[in-house]
């Protein structure tokens, strides 16, 4: 298996990297507010542009928080720098899901006795299942701890299985112009309309992933030793690992369901952390998190400032950032025949 | 002297495959060093990994007079540390952070990081010899130095039994001497250390006991002298031993630490 060795170099110094943390935020909230179709000069419309900027700038900032703390609990389940819920696939499997729970509700549910079940609960609870699912299977054929690369194209090839199987329900959909819509906007991601009740949904997984990472953060230095190092200094590797498995999808799930399929915030977060907050898990996990709710607000903000007839899916936007750094990464661990 | 671990009727294998060990009876005492000694491939480090608990076995493993199996976890890391040969860490965490570790399975609230447990971390880097490294990052270090911080983080765990698999093939020779003569020292402060050592003079100067092993099997165990008598090594490693005109090192007197 691969190693986390993305800086050799120890933190330059948390207390910085929480400062510029803090100016990149506030910046990127600051932006979000001010940057948008209509005019904020209009005081009668002052009030309510800005509450719904407030919302997506809010969205955006749990669906990145939420992908920059599954990144972390991914790198350290599988001890592999380039590993990232969209790398290895749990992302697609997640918005899979996520499409599945659209068409069900669209469809198949009105025609049953239970329409009674929240259709706001069905879409999470899809992207959830999706994205166990996507795990689960990822590990059901990479248990002989196959190498790094094995473990990538294993990723990739689940990526592109989630990928096909969602655009065969997306062609289906389209029969219902509204479904339609609804699973393409879905499936390219984006917070545009995005409020309080996505934040609300999605903050519990937030919460609930947080307080279980910073409750496993020993543990997961430790797994960084591998598993009999692990165990022989008393760590209970399987429960350990079921549980962050457990974490990284339901964070995954929040922030598919809130923010679409959204790439690479997981992979790019946590090594742009690392330089300032090393790589003990007890810093690492609440960086990344601000550092992924930050990476997304921006990415929102840029959607929006660049000009096109429409506004530009927010996973174009991360997927132009995170295509270069990852190759960046590959490039690299190959020179250190980390991959071979 | 006490028996720390009491290893009876012990197979073990890996997978499905074939056993590695066939019925291994072993002891270790407190207080003392006991040399696990063969050939590559004999079962020196699975034996080692039974008894912590990383591989299957049948048979019985006691610990303190326990059954291992009915310890838990947490309890068997306080009570066995174990020294690998290489970690798998690759990740640049540092000295100190890594000793740390030793204190997880600590009982107590608040348990890993309480005064007592820096000091506990500190004092196992100065017996290991790991201070002058404590601020660097781990995979920065050499072979030989990852080794003594394997030690640290062992002794940092507090336990009354050491199991240590080949803890001087990445040293020089003055580090090795070093190397063997806390492991003396340790087993002296009533620990029990258990050490795979290839080096058969090694295994006479720091050893009290020995168990050579052969395809899975205890074949000879004894006090080290009898263990690494000119027979059983013939028998075992195919070998003749020459006993006159060999090459020996001792440390210096007036020198303690091995970077002295």
């Excluded at chain 1, 929480?18 to 948008?36: E, K, N, P, T, Y």
């Excluded at chain 1, 029969?175 to 995005?194: E, H, I, M, N, S």
């Excluded at chain 2, 990445?170 to 620990?191: E, F, K, P």
């Amino acid at each position: 298996m691969s190693e986390l060795r993305s800086s050799p170099s120890e933190p330059v110094s948390h207390w910085r990297g929480w400062v510029v943390l803090a100016v990149v935020a506030v910046i990127g909230l600051l932006l979000s507010l001010a940057i948008g179709a209509g005019g904020l000069s209009d005081s009668s419309m002052l009030s309510t542009f800005l509450r719904l900027r407030a919302g997506r700038a809010a969205t955006s900032f749990v669906a990145g928080a939420a992908l920059g703390l599954a990144g972390v609990l991914t790198q350290g389940l599988f001890r592999n720098p380039l590993a990232s819920p969209s790398v290895l696939g749990t992302t697609a499997g997640a918005s899979l899901g996520g499409v599945v729970a659209l068409v069900v509700g669209a469809t198949w549910l009105p025609a049953t006795s239970l329409t009674w079940l929240p259709r706001d609960l069905l879409l999470p609870v899809g992207c959830l299942v999706g994205a166990l699912v996507a795990l689960l299977v990822l590990l059901a054929v990479t248990r002989r701890n196959v190498g790094p690369v094995a473990l990538l194209l294993t990723g990739f090839i689940l990526s592109s299985l989630f990928l096909s199987a969602g655009s065969l329900l997306l062609s289906v959909a389209q029969d219902t112009w509204q479904l339609g819509r609804a699973v393409v906007a879905f499936t390219l991601g984006g917070v545009d309309g995005k409020g309080v009740r996505h934040v609300a949904l999605a903050l519990p997984f937030l919460v609930g992933g947080l307080v279980a990472a910073v409750g496993w953060r020993r543990h997961l230095d430790l797994l960084l030793s591998g598993d009999d190092e692990a165990r022989s200094l008393g760590v209970r590797v399987e429960v350990v690992r079921g549980w962050v498995i457990v974490w990284i999808a339901s964070l995954t799930a929040a922030a598919v369901s809130a923010g679409g399929s959204v790439s690479f915030v997981g992979l790019v977060v946590p090594h742009a952390m690392r330089p300032y907050f090393g790589h003990g898990h007890a810093r690492l996990i609440p960086a990344s998190l601000v550092g992924g709710g930050a990476f997304l607000m921006w990415a929102d903000v840029i959607a929006r400032a660049i000009p096109t007839r429409g506004e530009l899916p927010l996973g174009v936007v991360t997927g132009f950032i995170g295509a270069p750094v990852f190759l960046a990464l590959l490039l690299r661990d190959s020179k250190r025949e980390v991959l071979a | 002297m006490t028996a720390s671990i009491r290893v009876s009727g012990l197979s073990a294998r890996y997978g499905r495959g074939q056993n590695v060990l066939h019925d291994v009876e072993f002891e270790a005492r407190t207080g003392a060093v006991t040399a696990l000694l063969g050939p590559n491939g004999s079962g020196k480090s699975t034996l080692l990994r039974a008894v912590c608990g990383l591989v299957p076995y049948t048979g019985e493993v006691h610990v303190d007079g326990e059954p291992a199996r009915s310890l838990s976890r947490t309890e068997l890391a306080r009570r066995v540390a174990f020294v690998p040969q290489n970690s798998q860490l690759q990740t640049p965490l540092l000295v100190k952070d890594v000793v740390q570790q030793g204190r997880f399975a600590a009982k107590g609230r608040g348990a890993g990081r309480r005064r007592s447990d820096a000091e506990r971390v500190e004092r196992a880097m100065e017996l290991a010899a790991a201070t002058p490294f404590r601020d660097r990052p781990f995979t920065a270090l050499s072979g030989g130095e990852r080794q003594r911080v394997l030690l640290a983080r062992a002794l940092a765990t507090g336990a009354s039994t050491l199991l240590l698999d080949e803890p001087t093939s990445a040293q020089d020779v003055r580090h090795g001497l070093w190397m063997g003569g806390t492991l003396r020292s340790l087993a002296a402060s009533g620990v029990a250390v258990v050490v795979v050592l290839h080096d058969i003079r090694e295994v006479r100067t720091f050893a009290d006991h020995a168990f050579l092993l052969s395809e899975g099997c205890v074949v000879r165990s004894g006090t080290s002298l009898d263990v690494t008598a000119a027979a059983p090594i013939r028998d075992v490693f195919a070998v003749e031993v020459v006993e006159n005109g060999s090459l020996g090192f001792t440390l210096p007197e007036a020198r303690t630490g091995p970077g002295a």
